[in-house]
T-cell receptor, first 114, second 114 residues
Framework: AQTVTQSQPEMSVQEAETVTLSCTYD???????LFWYKQPPSRQMILVIR??????QNATENRFSVNFQKAAKSFSLKISDSQLGDTAMYFC???????????FGTGTLLAVQP | DAGVTQSPTHLIKTRGQHVTLRCSPI?????VSWYQQVLGQGPQFIFQ???????GRGNFPDRFSARQFPNYSSELNVNALLLGDSALYLC?????????????FGPGTRLTVL
């Protein structure tokens, strides 16, 4: 069974600084998708970034980038130039196999300090 | 365009009762997924429907059921409520089937079981 682990329950960063959120996963699938979703205090979850496992190039979306290490089964999210609006719960998620399930980690609560 | 809408926003029920939660997807989206988010945890996948057919099911008891209507809206039904069913129930829509497609989440329904 696939599992997703986020080992940092809470993190804090100063505005304009860079922060990295960690995620590891376990799977026997060879092809799969990885995601970072953001859930701000208002609760509406939004997709931040997506990585397809067969693509070696790390995905980037403006200030957000990932470090995808397939052999190590690691998928970290780097947020550059942190902004107050980045304050949210961040969830790492995995999709793979025939079950059509999106599996979420337990989340990391990121607080951006002014 | 309106985003994903869910009703009701909040709901209080007692053990043993039945509940129906409703979701309207983004216009043009044909797939709806349901998730349960217990406080302090990541969302857990319950169901995905596409074109009125079930395309995926999570590890939830048969007390949980869902359906999708011709207009692509969806209902989640939970029978014989237990205290442990207290959670935020999230609905997400996507244009295509497969939860690897970007999902757009609604604000959720907060269910409290007393």
């Amino acid at each position: 069974a696939q599992t997703v682990t986020q080992s940092q329950p809470e993190m804090s960063v100063q505005e304009a600084e860079t922060v990295t959120l960690s995620c590891t996963y376990d799977t026997s699938e060879s092809n799969y998708y990885l995601f970072w979703y953001k859930q701000p205090p208002s609760r509406q979850m939004i997709l931040v970034i997506r990585q397809e496992a067969y693509k070696q190039q790390n995905a980037t979306e403006n200030r957000f980038s990932v470090n995808f290490q397939k052999a190590a089964k690691s998928f970290s999210l780097k947020i550059s130039d942190s902004q107050l609006g980045d304050t949210a719960m961040y969830f790492c998620a995995f999709y793979g196999g025939a079950t059509n399930k999106l599996i979420f980690g337990t989340g990391t609560l990121l607080a951006v300090q002014p | 365009d309106a985003g994903v809408t869910q009703s009701p926003t909040h709901l209080i029920k007692t053990r043993g009762q039945h509940v129906t939660l409703r979701c309207s997807p983004i216009s043009g989206h044909k797939s709806v997924s349901w998730y349960q988010q217990v406080l302090g945890q990541g969302p857990q996948f319950i169901f995905q429907y596409y074109e009125k057919e079930e395309r995926g099911r999570g590890n939830f008891p048969d007390r949980f059921s869902a359906r999708q209507f011709p207009n692509y809206s969806s209902e989640l039904n939970v029978n014989a409520l237990l205290l442990g069913d207290s959670a935020l129930y999230l609905c997400a829509s996507s244009f295509l089937a497969g939860t690897y497609n970007e999902q757009f989440f609604g604000p959720g329904t907060r269910l409290t079981v007393l």
